[in-house]
């Protein structure tokens, strides 16, 4: 497995921008396709982006298109999640895994994550 360190997150106003980071703890995941997901207070955790480790290709949920973009430095080994007009429905704790490409499901388990709040 690989366990990854998220953080970044924070209080901010609606219309906002965040920048999320997702960082290797022990094991590399520069060679591996990264996703980050979320989970809002009684929901179920959703697909939010995936990006592969070698080509740079990305896919999103369509809650979060044109609003949010992955990126990913595998010289730091680091995955971003760049958020920008951020609504009160983006309130929700981030988490990053490894994905199958095309999949919209973690891999490993999950880390503790970073809360994210939109307020209106």
């Known amino acids: 497995q690989v366990q990854a360190v998220e953080s970044g997150g924070g209080l901010v106003q609606a219309g906002g921008s965040l920048r999320l980071s997702c960082a290797a703890s022990?094991?590399?995941?520069?060679?591996?396709?990264m996703g980050w997901f979320r989970q809002a207070p009684g929901k179920e955790r959703e697909f939010v982006a995936a990006?592969?480790?070698?080509?740079?290709?990305?896919y999103y949920a369509d809650s979060v298109k044109g609003r949010f973009t992955i990126s990913r430095d595998n010289a730091k080994d680091t995955v971003y999640l760049q958020m920008n007009s951020l609504k009160p429905e983006d309130t929700a704790g981030y988490y990053c895994?490894?994905?199958?490409?095309?999949?919209?499901?973690?891999?490993?388990?999950w880390g503790q994550g970073t809360l994210v709040t939109v307020s209106s």
């Open positions: 895994n490894r994905v199958y490409w095309g999949s919209r499901h973690g891999m490993d388990a």
């Open positions: 022990g094991r590399t995941f520069s060679t591996y396709d």
């Open positions: 990006i592969s480790w070698s080509t740079g290709n990305t």
